[in-house]
């Protein structure tokens, strides 16, 4: 069965550094999520992408998050500089379309521990 | 998009017996959907409840909702060990589907 693959799936990094992660969606699915959980806590919205278009990163920290789907297939998000507060679990999601109807599948996630 | 709020946050109960969550939310939907996640996983989804429907069952999962109230159950029959999980509702409003969580209901099932 198709996943949705995410790299890498543990980071452990340095307060003021870079970090980066990696989803590749299901082939085929238009449209890609990146969502933050912190620990106890459910799924955040961060950014939405239909094919390489950005449909909503309003709850995107831009000052130090960007996230970029340049061929509309495989994403990066990128935190720069990193501060204690981005510890949590990065998961992508992806789906066909943006639709109500459409199921949304879920990577393994990447967790981040900023120390 | 909307955020769906699950009760009770947290559940414990004995393999066999069956467990009950719910998920209320605020505005009128299009659909709502049940998700399970294990700890330190993904999100898996579990079932699609669209709002002209009353009852959906998929093998042990039954889900209820009740659009007047605007609420939906789930109820998992003789839940097992491997049932042990967080579970949220992602209510979904209108044709841009950016499904928006809660904080969960977590379930342990005690073998």
Redesign the interface.
């Known amino acids: 069965e198709a996943e ?1 693959a995410q790299s890498p799936r543990y980071k452990i990094t340095e307060k003021s550094q870079a970090v980066a992660f990696w989803c590749d969606p299901i082939s085929g699915h238009a449209t890609l ?1 990146w969502y933050r959980q912190i620990l ?6 961060l950014v ?1 992408f239909q094919d390489e278009s950005v ?2 990163d309003s709850q995107l920290p831009k000052d130090r998050f960007s996230a970029e789907r340049l061929k509309g297939v495989d994403s990066t998000l990128k935190i720069q500089p990193a501060e204690l507060g981005d510890s949590a ?1 990065y ?1 992508c ?1 992806s ?1 066909l379309e ?12 990447s ?1 981040l521990t900023v120390v | 998009s909307q955020q769906g709020e699950e009760d009770p946050q947290a559940l414990s109960i004995q393999e066999g017996e069956n467990a009950t969550m719910n998920c209320s939310y605020k505005t009128s939907i299009n659909n709502l959907q049940w998700y399970r996640q294990n700890s330190g996983r993904g999100l898996v989804h579990l079932i699609l409840i669209r709002s002209n429907e009353r009852e959906k069952h998929s093998g042990r999962l039954r889900v209820t909702l009740d659009t007047s109230k605007k609420s939906s159950s789930l109820l998992i029959t003789a839940s097992r060990a491997a049932d042990t999980a967080s579970y949220f509702c992602a209510p979904v409003a209108g044709g841009s589907y950016i499904p928006t969580f809660g904080r969960g209901t977590s379930l342990i099932v005690h073998p």
């Open positions: 949705v999520y106890g806590q459910g799924p955040e919205l939405q449909v909503d679990m998961l999601a789906s943006s639709g109500s109807g459409n199921t949304i599948y879920f990577g393994e996630g967790w």
